[in-house]
């Protein structure tokens, strides 16, 4: 068995900044601070380059190459660009949320909400999902939506969050929320379609916030 990569967490923004050589150190300092900024190297060398750059240079900009075959490409096909595309990032399963839908073509922001104290990514997969059905209706939009969470698909087809988190002080203003996008599903109809976004054939889904 090969051994594990060392990696090196550059935090632009959270408690401390800097170039942490451990996930754990990295956690340390994001945890419980809303809108933490960071992300992941292989070497030092490049996170330090890193910390004294713009974020917005290595967050959500990096080339993908498919490890997929050329005919496994070719009957996926390309993304329907006719769409918007939603994503969820959670600092820790619970942790801090936030979520947000983008222009799938320009990565042109649409909507974000967040961060919220404590949450889960499939809340905020879920959240995204129901946010962009009712951002598409209110439009009048003909365009699909993309996720990338198999979960947070068939929680909306259900109409429900099957959410195992529990209601809580630091997570009341977020199962509020929760609870108007199961009004807003049981109440209303929409022709939007809801389609998994092929992450192995195109790269992350463009709403991804780059923290990986």
């Known amino acids: 068995m090969s051994a594990k990569k060392k990696k090196y967490y550059t935090v632009w923004k959270g408690h401390h900044t800097g170039v942490f050589e451990s996930w754990n150190d990295c956690k340390a300092q994001i945890k419980d601070y809303p809108g933490a900024v960071y992300k992941s190297f292989p070497t030092f060398e490049a996170a330090k380059h890193a910390l004294n750059s713009n974020p917005k240079d290595f967050i959500g900009n990096k080339t993908f190459k498919s490890e997929l075959t050329p005919e496994q490409l070719k009957k996926i096909g390309k993304p329907n660009y006719n769409s918007i595309s939603v994503d969820a990032a959670s600092s820790g399963n ?85 609870n108007r996008a199961i009004h807003w599903l049981k109440t209303n109809t929409y022709n939007t379609t809801i389609v998994k976004w092929e992450t192995k054939a195109w790269g992350e889904i463009p709403a991804d916030f780059g923290r990986k």
Request: one cysteine or more.
């Open 94 to 178: 619970p942790g801090i949320m936030e979520y947000r839908g983008v222009d799938t073509k320009t990565k042109k922001q649409l909507f974000i909400q967040g961060p919220f104290k404590q949450g889960t990514n499939n809340i905020g997969e879920f959240l995204a999902i129901v946010h962009g059905l009712a951002f598409l209706k209110k439009h009048n939009s003909d365009r699909i939506i993309y996720t990338d969470s198999k979960t947070a698909i068939s929680w909306v087809k259900k109409k429900t969050c099957n959410t195992k988190l529990e209601l809580n002080d630091s997570n009341k203003e977020l199962f509020e929320l929760v």
